[in-house]
């Protein structure tokens, strides 16, 4: 019992919640939204559409296999979505020290330590998603002895400069050329594109792509509303008027929603977690989908060349797009997964597809 | 017409689809589906039928009632008739109004085609009643009869159920799709599997194809070891499988769900504790898995997604995998394409109903078209996010068995299991090692868990091996040592290790002032019962300490450590759930429900793990007390935690608290719910002995005043009673010395049945005949002191048992049900085949029965349901137990006279009016039979002998219109076969030689062959019965009885033991457990082998009635 740090969760609406600290051990303020999946701490911590944010993992034992080591594979690291975690903060019930898996290298504790990010345990997480879903996403802090920072909302920010690239960056060398809009991407699509055989030329958020020579554009995920993308959002007017494939996911979907002049608004509380299920409109198919968002389009406001590609089947919003003539799609969910399923990753085929018959009719 | 789930797709189209395993987008492959599969299944499948899956036995319990409950029930909602044919009176699903026709006879093919020729259905489920219902699905399907009546499989294809079971093309298929499975070789001889076993190297498993339950199965580490055991597998099945072993490696099983257009969903992953080698039934197992990367979660779950798409299974299945341990490399190990005991738990564990929405997918729903059964606003097409987790633990009672190993391996023994939820592993392991009910207080503190070698303990595991974990960490054992040991996981060694370390922490005070509160919450939050603070705190010498865990209550409650409730809702509250699931914990701050403190709820306690001597029947009971509740427009509460139940299905109640029914936790919901009472009889035993210490903490129990439950519990004051009331029992004594139980015997004379309060080894309770009987006994087994008396009763021998089930208010019995033992008393009356209504007893008998009963009712005040056990020999009774609780035998006689007790019984206990025009046992036309269904097949090594310790785990009811079509019908439920060919007698003492004499006759007349062993063929033969004498299994002659077993030249065998004591390995026994391991019917008490030979003799299976619940129950009395 000895030696344990507590440290004081407070939310916007005045609620206190105490924990005991297992990470690094600074005051600090960020929007809190919670995540239902069951596996995947390594991948969620370390996405960049998590900036900002103050995470609470419903699932109560966390820690249980360690976190793995700094392997690197294409340039990337093989077992994390960034190169840092990127959560402001980590909120669980149950956690474990003593991990066990052949494949850890440290505790989850020493990585936030060495990432100096905050993680508290022993909160009773469950109140605190009900809290979220009635009220909504809200602003907290994590307040240890003496230091309470001041609230800080991060959606007013300009996130997706803190996690894109700063440069362009090339990797692999296939046969097909993807331009790689980096609005916060996650490794795995970068992985998913390579293993199809692309070469990725990762650019930044506000990179002018339109002059670029590519066989496909593909927008990426990010934080953040999406509304604050404006150079992204210019751009990607410019290159509808042209043919080339284009497929977005997650912010991306938004952001070509947006250039397709339709309207994005923040969900109450979003989707995060690995069980969200999507139907492929005008089918019997319903597929399972791992998500992480907190703005969704307004599918009342598409334009009428546009037209939705998936709803999600529980509450009706709008989980894809697709152009009635030209390839361009887009998916609000992750068919990279990590973590999560992956029953969509068949969407990297249909992109490659759309580009092999580009090239055809070019 | 003939159509199928793939509809309009030609045959190479089906197989192209088929082998698509990953859908695109561009494909547009599901405009080769037919569209209108609903359509079509609408229109042409009115009628169905469903295979239930018989009595409990080992590997297939009462898991499969709910699933099939819930297959009616999503049949019924779409307005199909429905028709099942299940002989296991005792379940919820053969009650009236879950399905639309009811057949209490057996699932064989040749029964099943009778019913439909009778009924004509247009369809049938296989997958809900558990491998008995497959089988049978199988065999049907081979003999043509499927095609014959145009009857359509719904859900899973056979093809498909055949490909899965068949381990060798099972293999084949998943190689084909480049899934990994063990290197096996599938051989159907010896020689065969010796010549395996050279490729593959030792360790090998071997595995029987087509068993339940891994029957069969084992690893061998030598040639001599695996001749014997591929012996004995082959002896189960024609094929038999030798494969690699995997021994340490993690297992893993998936819960798959596919509709007909290829949508699928896992529903939940589990991990098992212990590692590969011990079956997925005897282990420990946790939900969702715990160590696992995301990677090895997902990766697992697309391969079983994979293979379910690649065998085209609608509705769902399990996949059982091998993990390796130090990599990502795993084996499928089986794929279940059913209902299975996983399922049930999956079920039970997210409170996703598999069964339901299997049903419906076989009716051609897509998966988003139905809904979340607990949001009832999103979809079932989803995975349910779980915030707890849970922990199942199996239940054995292998002390029930004399001769049997404790060993724990790759086939099953266990006969029940629990489900213990909770935030985190040690607050839902130590919950669950409560729940099991074997006197255990949680991970730690248990006193009657010492061992002498730990290390072989740990190394060989047995039934108790987690509280030889807990002692090694005592022992200081570090978790890696333990690790090298037994290979578990170090996450779950660690988690283990914590409460050891935070009992250690308690231990260091002596007063509640003392203790600090965040150790004491601490201790709640790790699942540690105020029993165990108790104990580690207050450190009381006496072993009843219910004064101090009343104060560790108080103290906590004053401290406000209290227990918050938690509801499972599928999505881990991402959405409002109005589910009335819920649990308790400490890990919280909050609770999730409100409550209306408005009197209007009753709490009804439930049975527990399922266990020899407490089983469906009790499910059963708390069930219809629970829709009798709701009747009376109360709100039902439910408090149970056996997974394999109906009563935790949050359908059937209004509140289900899947929890501890420990005192404690008990306690812990009345304070949250003030209910207007507490039901403590419809549940067993587990409830029954909480009533008086519920009553003295004043709370309010409905029914029978709980002073009243004590008197009749208690030997001394029942006993006084009956004397005073003037009814007969038994003579008995409470003995403290060995001079004593002489000097009583003496009086009363052999033989004696003989109960000690210590037991060291062997059964509890035993009859014995002769001094030297009598010796033996109490120097092996028991101990006899003024701590450990013995109680001595006198046993009449060749007296008839007779139970009587009835339900009285306010002393007055209001209905009755009186039934007969087949067997003479000596045979527990859970083992024994029951005759309703009595067919044999004179009417002098049965008059004064229920006079005895209106006097014990009146004395003790009866108000709900309860049963005696009576003996009756020349019109002399005598009493020999009451239970003021409902009985095993309730649903039995409720059915059989169409008249529900439980109702009855919870409208006297609510004191609400009860309809008058009760029915009479006397207007039945027609006759119930309950069978015992015993499962020593599964019990390697266990002598398979009656005795007056309970054997049986299950039973089967079957209804007849004369004696001889009922107890063939129930005969032929719990397995037995009509002999074609020859019978092996050895008819044992000489009364039971006379007693056999008849029934010989009719054999011969029928022309069969007999052999009997020497004594038995000598006396026949003499009374004119032709006969072949052979010798004794240990005689060195050319002919055995042991070798006519062996080289199966015998298809029944009778085998009488010569004394009432189960005695050690002889003989007899070698007759008795090599007809179990060959699987040849065995009967091992006259009575009943008459009963079963006359019925056969008289009858054939054609004269059989084939008649319907409804068609005895509801014709009309026409005199």
Redesign the interface.
């Given at each position: 019992?000895s030696g344990e740090t507590k440290a004081k969760l407070i939310l916007q609406d005045g609620s206190e919640?105490i924990g005991t600290s297992f990470g690094y051990q600074e005051s600090i303020s960020g929007e809190m939204v919670?995540n239902?999946?069951?596996?995947?701490y390594?991948?969620s911590l370390t996405d960049p559409s998590y900036r900002g944010q103050i995470l609470v993992s419903?699932?109560?034992?966390i820690g249980?296999?360690g976190v793995?080591g700094t392997l690197q594979e294409d340039d990337l690291f093989r077992f994390y979505e960034s190169e840092k975690i990127q959560v402001s903060a980590f909120i669980v019930?149950?956690y474990?020290e003593?991990?066990?898996?052949?494949?850890a290298s440290l505790s989850l504790g020493d990585w936030m330590k060495q990432h100096k990010i905050p993680g508290i345990y022993g909160v009773?997480?469950?109140?605190l998603?009900?809290k979220l879903?009635e009220q909504g996403s809200m602003l907290a802090k994590i307040v240890f002895e003496g230091k309470e920072p001041e609230w800080k909302d991060p959606n007013l920010e300009n996130l997706v400069a803190q996690v894109s690239t700063p440069e362009k960056i090339v990797y692999g060398n296939g046969k097909h050329k993807v331009v790689l809009l980096d609005c916060g991407v996650k490794n795995n699509i970068i992985r998913c594109l390579l293993k199809r055989d692309t070469t990725v030329i990762r650019v930044p958020h506000d990179y002018d792509f339109t002059k670029e020579e590519y066989d496909g554009l593909f927008i990426s995920n990010g934080p953040g509303d999406p509304k604050q993308n404006t150079k992204a959002i210019a751009n990607l007017k410019t290159v509808f008027g042209q043919d080339t494939p284009i497929m977005g996911i997650c912010l991306g979907t938004q952001l070509m929603a947006l250039a397709a002049g339709a309207d994005t608004y923040k969900l109450k509380y979003g989707h995060r977690?690995?069980?969200?299920?999507v139907?492929?409109k005008g089918?019997?198919?319903?597929?399972?989908t791992s998500q992480n968002h907190g703005y969704a389009i307004n599918m009342d406001t598409l334009p009428k060349e546009w037209e939705p590609l998936f709803v999600n089947?529980?509450d009706g919003t709008c989980e894809g797009l697709k152009h009635t003539s030209k390839p361009f799609f887009a998916s609000q969910f992750h068919p990279e997964?990590?973590?999560?399923?992956?029953?969509t990753?068949?969407?990297f085929?249909?992109f490659i597809?759309m580009m092999e018959d580009h090239k055809v009719k070019r | 017409m003939r159509f199928s789930f793939l509809g309009e797709m030609s045959g190479e189209q089906r197989r192209v689809f088929l082998k698509k395993n990953?859908?695109?987008?561009?494909a547009k492959s599901?405009k080769l589906?037919a569209?209108s599969l609903r359509k079509m299944i609408k229109d042409n499948i009115k009628k169905v039928l469903v295979l239930g899956s018989g009595a409990l036995k080992i590997g297939e319990a009462g898991e499969f009632d709910y699933s099939g409950s819930q297959a009616l029930k999503a049949m019924k909602e779409e307005g199909i008739y429905t028709v099942l044919i299940n002989p296991n009176i005792a379940t919820v699903q053969t009650s009236k109004g879950i399905a639309d026709q009811i057949y209490f006879l057996p699932v064989t093919p040749y029964f099943v085609e009778q019913v439909i020729l009778k009924e004509k259905p247009d369809g049938i489920l296989l997958a809900f009643g558990g491998q008995t219902a497959l089988n049978c699905g199988i065999q049907l399907f081979n003999a043509g009869l499927l095609k014959k009546y145009n009857l359509q499989v719904l859900g899973t294809p056979i093809e498909t159920i055949i490909k899965t079971e068949d381990r060798e093309i099972f293999a084949n298929e998943l190689r084909g799709i480049d899934v990994k499975t063990p290197q096996s070789f599938a051989v159907e001889s010896i020689p065969e599997a010796l010549k395996a076993a050279e490729k593959l190297g030792f360790p090998i498993i071997v595995r029987a194809a087509f068993t339940l339950g891994g029957q069969g199965s084992g690893f061998c580490s030598n040639m001599a070891e695996l001749e014997k055991l591929a012996e004995n597998a082959l002896s189960y099945s024609s094929q038999i499988l030798v494969e690699e072993s995997l021994k340490g490696w993690k297992e893993v099983e998936y819960e798959v769900v596919r509709d007909a257009?290829?949508?699928?969903?896992t529903v939940c992953n589990m991990e098992n504790f212990d590692p590969l080698g011990i079956h997925t039934g005897e282990s420990i197992v946790i939900a969702?898995?715990?160590?696992?990367?995301?990677s090895e979660?997902?990766k697992l779950?697309?391969l079983a997604?994979k293979i379910i798409r690649h065998f085209g299974v609608v509705g769902e299945c399990n996949v059982q995998y091998a993990l390796d341990?130090?990599?990502e490399d795993y084996r499928v190990i089986e794929v279940n394409a059913r209902l299975s005991r996983s399922s049930a738990l999956a079920s039970k564990a997210t409170g996703y109903p598999l069964a339901f929405v299997a049903a419906k997918l076989g009716l051609g729903y897509?998966?988003?078209e139905l809904k979340n059964a607990v949001t009832k606003?999103?979809?079932a097409?989803?995975?349910?996010?779980?915030?707890?987790?849970v922990c199942k633990i199996p239940r054995w009672d292998l002390n029930k068995f004399e001769g049997v190993t404790k060993e724990i391996g790759s086939s099953m023994k266990s006969v029940g299991e629990v489900m213990a939820v909770g935030?985190?592993?040690e607050e839902a392991v130590q919950k669950g090692l409560r729940m099991i009910g074997q006197g255990m207080h949680g991970f730690v503190g248990n006193v009657h868990s010492k061992f002498d070698d730990v290390d072989r303990e740990l190394t060989h595991p047995t039934d108790m091996r987690i509280f030889s974990i807990a002692q090694a960490f005592e022992k200081g054992y570090s978790?890696d040592k333990i690790h090298d040991l037994t290979k578990i996981?170090?996450?779950f060694l660690?988690?283990l290790e914590h409460i050891t370390k935070l009992k250690w922490?308690l231990q260091k005070y002596n007063n509640l002032q003392e203790l600090?509160d965040?150790?004491l919450k601490?201790a709640k939050v790790y699942g540690f019962s105020d029993f165990q603070l108790a104990r580690f705190v207050l450190k009381p010498e006496r072993t009843d300490m219910e004064s101090e865990l009343l104060e560790v209550r108080k103290h906590r409650k004053a401290k406000g450590i209290v227990p918050?409730v938690?509801q499972i809702d599928t999505?881990?509250?991402?959405?409002?759930a109005q589910t009335n699931y819920v649990y308790l914990t400490y890990?919280?701050?909050?609770n999730?429900i409100t409550y209306a403190d408005d009197n209007q709820s009753v709490i009804v306690l439930g049975s527990g793990a399922y266990r020899i001597g407490s089983s469906v029947e009790f499910d059963w009971c708390s069930v219809n007390a629970l829709n009798a509740v709701n009747k009376e427009g109360l709100r039902s509460v439910m408090i149970n935690y056996n997974p394999e139940t109906v009563s935790t299905d949050y359908d059937v109640c209004d509140r289900l608290y899947f929890d501890e029914l420990s005192f404690e936790r008990v306690l812990d919901i009345i304070d949250l719910e003030s209910p207007r009472g507490v039901i403590v009889s419809v549940g067993g035993q587990i409830p029954q002995n909480l009533s008086m210490r519920l009553h003295k903490a004043d709370v309010k129990v409905l029914g029978t005043s709980p002073e009243s439950i004590d008197r009749a519990e208690n030997r001394q004051t029942f006993s006084a009673m009956l004397d005073e009331l003037k009814i007969d029992q038994p003579r008995w004594n409470e003995l403290t010395s060995k001079e004593a139980i002489n000097d009583f015997i003496d009086e009363v004379g052999f033989p004696v049945l003989i109960r000690p309060s210590y037991v060291l080894s062997g059964a509890a309770m035993n009859v014995v005949s002769n001094k030297d009987e009598l010796g033996h006994f109490l120097d092996l087994a028991a101990q006899v002191s003024k701590q450990y008396p013995v109680v001595v009763s006198e046993f009449i021998q060749e007296a008839k048992e007779i139970e009587f089930d009835g339900v009285a208010k306010n002393g007055d019995i209001i209905i009755d049900a009186i039934s007969e033992h087949v067997e003479f008393a000596g045979v527990h009356s859970g083992d024994a085949t029951l005759v309703f209504p009595p067919q044999k007893l004179y009417f002098e008998t049965i008059r004064r029965i229920r006079k005895i009963a209106a006097k014990i009712a009146k004395s003790l005040n009866i108000t709900g349901p309860f049963n005696m056990q009576l003996l009756a020999k020349d019109n002399d009774i005598k009493v020999i137990e009451c239970n003021l609780r409902a009985s095993r035998s309730f649903p039995f006689v409720s059915k059989v006279m169409d008249f529900n007790f439980i109702e009855t019984a919870t409208q006297a206990m609510l004191d609400v009016p009860i309809p008058n025009n009760l029915p009479s046992m006397f207007e039945l036309e027609h006759i119930g039979i309950k069978a015992s269904q015993f499962s020593f097949s599964r019990l390697s090594k266990a002598d398979p002998v009656l005795g007056v310790d309970m054997s049986s785990t299950g039973e089967v009811g079957c209804i007849g219109a004369d004696y001889y079509d009922a107890i063939l019908k129930a005969m032929l439920s719990v397995g037995y076969r009509i002999p074609k060919s020859a019978i092996l007698i050895s008819s044992g003492p000489i009364r039971s030689k006379v007693e056999l004499l008849k029934s010989a006759k009719m054999l011969e007349e029928k022309g069969h062959k007999l052999y009997g062993t020497r004594g038995t063929a000598k006396f026949l033969e003499e009374n004119g019965v032709t006969i072949e004498s052979v010798g004794w299994p240990d005689e060195d002659v050319e002919v055995t009885a042991h070798n006519l077993i062996k080289e199966r030249k015998v298809d029944l065998v009778i085998n009488i033991p010569k004394n009432l004591s189960k005695s050690e390995l002889n003989n007899d026994y070698l007759i008795r457990r090599t007809a179990i391991d060959l699987n040849i019917p065995l009967i091992t008490n006259a009575r009943l082998a008459s009963a079963f030979i006359y019925s056969f003799c008289k009858k054939s299976i054609e004269d059989l009635g084939i008649d319907s619940f409804s068609d005895y129950v509801d014709k009309k009395q026409d005199w």
């Open positions: 019992m919640y919670f239902t999946a069951m596996t995947g390594p991948e419903t699932f109560p034992l249980n296999y793995p019930s149950d474990t003593e991990f066990s898996h052949w494949n009773d997480t469950r109140a998603t009900k879903r977690s690995h069980n969200q299920p139907v492929l089918s019997k198919r319903c597929f399972i089947a529980n997964a990590s973590s999560g399923p992956t029953d990753e068949f969407l085929d249909d597809k | 990953n859908y695109q987008l561009t599901d589906m569209l257009y290829d949508n699928c969903i969702p898995s715990q160590t696992l990367t995301n979660y997902h779950r697309s997604i341990p130090n990599s897509a998966l988003h606003t999103t979809t097409c989803f995975e349910p996010a779980l915030d707890y987790v935030r985190n592993f978790i996981d170090k996450w660690s988690k922490d600090p965040t150790l601490a918050v938690k999505l881990a509250a991402e959405y409002p890990s919280g701050d909050e999730d």
